[in-house]
Structure formats: C-alpha cells, structure tokens
C-alpha cells in the first residue's frame, strides 16, 4: 500500500491542490485511495465534502486526538496531505510511513529560501523514502523553471515535472473535482504535465 506524503512548509505552493488531484487520479484508476489531511485546518477534508458521490470515491483520513490514524480497512493508496510549518512529532511519524515525498515548489527565489532548510532536513532521512520536487504555477520552458531545476538538481533531488498556472484546478476544486473526473479534451495540456509524475509516482 504506497504511502504518498505531499510536503512543504510554506504554504499557498499548491498542497492541496497536487494531493486532491492525486487522489483522483488513484480514483479514477479504481483503486480505493485515501486522502488524508495533517493539517489541522483540514482543507483536503472540506473538499472532499464538496466531492458529487457520482464521482470515483476517494475516502477520508481519519485523524484520532490528533495522531496518525490507521487507514479505512481495504485502502489500496493513501495520499497525505500536510499543513504549513510541518514539522515536530507529527512531521517524525508521517516521514516513518511514507514510501514517497513530493514538495511542490514555486520557482521565486523566497518560496526556494523558504523551502531549503526542509529539503535538506529531507535529504537526511530519504533514504527512508523516495523524495522529489514538483515546480508549480510554472511554464516549464521558463528561466525561472531552469533555475528552480539547477536549484534542486544541486541538492540531488529530482525535479519531477512542473504544473501550469490554469484555472481549471481552481474551477474542478471548486467543485471537488479532479482533472480526472472531466472530458480529456478539457484537461489535455494538464494530463501532458503529469505523465512523467505519475511514472515517478507508481514505479516500486
């Protein structure tokens, strides 16, 4: 059962918005896929309110006094999403399940300061857990993308891939939809984004 925790200190760099439309991809393959919530504010919790039931299910992580919980009996995939500022006991215990880490990243220089000490304090404990760095709300084909590549690169971790600036993961997470719950033709240049992601994602 692959354990994927989405991570990153800072927040507003697109947590919520990676993990929700992992879990739908899991969804949308018929997998029974958890989606749980770190965050005490527990924004994935409040959009999978918002899920129609017509949709491919994605099941809540239930959180016990504030403690890692054990997953719904049957749970094929879990995604876990974390909160700003992570870090202390919770952090340890999260990091002592995951199978793979991904921090989504913006590519200005304050997101990458923000972010660095994190990074390397990952750096530590991958061995534990595959780790790797998602560009987000970039064009890929961008100086700032190329930065953001050398920036990681020289840390040893990968750059996965990187995820446009598009309003159709506002408008779907409005809705709490995924980009795999509409018409392919809606999503196509997001599905393209994501190829190489997914590949990193499932590969044992």
Request: proline share 5%; aromatic share 10%.
């Given at each position: 059962m692959p354990v994927i925790v989405i991570a990153n200190p800072k927040g507003g760099v697109g947590k919520s918005t990676f993990a929700t439309n992992l879990a739908g991809y899991f969804a949308a393959q018929g997998h029974k896929v958890m989606l749980g919530d770190v965050d005490a504010q527990q924004s994935s919790r409040s959009w999978l309110a918002l899920r129609p039931a017509s949709l491919p299910a994605?099941?809540?992580?239930?959180?016990?006094?504030?403690?890692?919980?054990?997953?719904?009996?049957?749970?094929?995939?879990?995604?876990?999403d974390t909160p700003a500022g992570f870090s202390g006991k919770r952090f340890e215990k999260v990091m002592q399940i995951a199978d793979k880490v991904v921090v989504p990243l913006q590519p200005s220089i304050f997101d990458i300061l923000a972010t660095q000490e994190f990074l390397q304090k990952l750096q530590q404990i991958k061995g534990k857990f595959d780790l790797g760095v998602l560009g987000m709300r970039v064009?890929?084909?961008?100086?700032?993308?190329?930065?953001?590549?050398?920036?990681?690169?020289?840390?040893?971790?990968?750059?996965?891939?990187?995820?446009?600036?598009?309003?159709?993961?506002?408008?779907?997470?409005?809705?709490?939809?995924?980009?795999?719950?509409?018409?392919?033709?809606?999503?196509?240049?997001?599905?393209?984004?994501?190829?190489?992601?997914?590949?990193?994602i499932e590969k044992k």
């Open positions: 994605i099941h809540a992580w239930e959180i016990e006094d504030g403690h890692v919980a054990k997953p719904p009996k049957g749970t094929t995939h879990i995604v876990l064009n890929g084909r961008t100086r700032a993308a190329d930065q953001l590549t050398k920036y990681v690169n020289g840390l040893g971790i990968p750059v996965l891939g990187f995820l446009r600036d598009t309003q159709n993961y506002v408008q779907l997470a409005a809705n709490g939809a995924t980009l795999w719950d509409v018409a392919p033709s809606r999503v196509e240049k997001d599905f393209e984004q994501w190829q190489g992601l997914l590949k990193w």
